[in-house]
């Protein structure tokens, strides 16, 4: 499955009355830790590859998952190939991948509002460092890509963002480079 992603740098305010107006169901909010780990075999850097732990904690508890995040597969939007699963101990996870060679490389912390519109995901994201931003995403199959990622500059000019405004790089990169 790839993940078909837009991301654009905008206030929350405005966003959030834009999807009241359009019917958004507010989904939730989570608090997001994310440990990005550099791999003893090749570089991550150079081959736009990312594996993280997501630690995720919401009102209702918390949950660890792991992702590997393949290459961007487009150059219009953040669609790449997501692999991800979820473990029962994020200490035990991490003393894996270290026994293994793998190193923690960064950590990007995050606050995040999802709203479920059109079958789409928009997720208001205050990034520790970074600022707000919005994302708009939805899983599609590798024959989907186009249409999915059609759909998602729909959604994010019905919520008045250009999306000629998309950023590709990611939290991590950003951080990375500020």
Request: no cysteine.
């Amino acid at each position: 499955m790839y993940e078909v992603e837009l991301k654009v740098r905008a206030s929350h305010e405005a966003v959030r009355e834009r999807l009241s107006a359009l019917g958004a169901e507010r989904v939730g909010s989570v608090r997001q830790v994310d440990t990005y780990y550099d791999a003893p075999h090749r570089d991550f850097a150079e081959t736009d590859e990312a594996l993280r732990i997501r630690r995720e904690a919401d009102a209702e508890g918390s949950t660890t998952r792991v992702t590997y995040k393949g290459p961007l597969v487009e150059e219009a939007s953040k669609t790449r190939r997501e692999v991800e699963t979820g473990v029962d101990d994020a200490d035990r996870m991490a003393d894996i991948l270290d026994s293994l060679g793998f190193s923690p490389a960064a950590e990007v912390a995050k606050s995040r509002e999802r709203y479920a519109l059109d079958g789409y995901t928009v997720t208001l994201d205050s990034v520790d460092g970074l600022g707000e931003f919005v994302e708009i995403e939805r899983e599609a199959a590798e024959t989907d890509l186009e249409t999915a990622r059609e759909g998602a500059v729909s959604r994010l000019r019905d919520l008045g963002l250009d999306p000629d405004d998309g950023i590709r790089t990611s939290y991590l990169g950003l951080l990375l480079d500020s």
